[in-house]
């Protein structure tokens, strides 16, 4: 049974840092690691993602530049560095897997969900 869990969400103040986790159990081969986020009234979107082999990183125009996925493939986790964040970012962050060698930014392209962390900015 696969399972994903975020940690490290919390209340912080524009400017500030946060880094996410996800502990990924259950995938038996590669898999590319995206993060998502929901702001309330929202569609979810796409935030970025990392292949298995952290050669390939693509992230969202809104966050590129302040933040960073990276992982470690022998712990089964995956993180993200949210730095200079902003009041905008406040959201539900989600990882989500897909057990390909390919990187993709569309939310249909994963098979496998975590329950989400809360990421809220003041101002």
């Known amino acids: 049974q696969v399972q994903l869990t975020e940690s490290g969400g919390g209340l912080v103040q524009a400017g500030g840092s946060l880094r996410l986790s996800c502990a990924a159990s259950?995938?038996?081969?590669?898999?590319?690691m995206g993060w998502f986020r929901q702001a309330p009234g929202k569609e979810r979107q796409f935030v970025g993602v990392?292949?298995?082999?952290?050669?390939?990183?693509y992230y969202a125009d809104s966050v590129k530049g302040r933040f960073t996925i990276s992982r470690d493939n022998a712990k089964n986790t995956v993180y993200l560095q949210m730095n200079s964040l902003k009041p905008e970012d406040t959201a539900v962050y989600y990882c989500?897997?897909?057990?390909?060698?390919?990187?993709?930014?569309?939310?249909?392209?994963?098979?496998?969900w975590g329950q989400g962390t809360q990421v809220t900015v003041s101002s």
């Open positions: 990392i292949s298995w082999s952290t050669i390939t990183t």
């Open positions: 259950g995938l038996t081969s590669r898999y590319a």
């Open positions: 989500a897997a897909v057990q390909s060698r390919v990187v993709f930014t569309t939310k249909r392209s994963y098979d496998y």
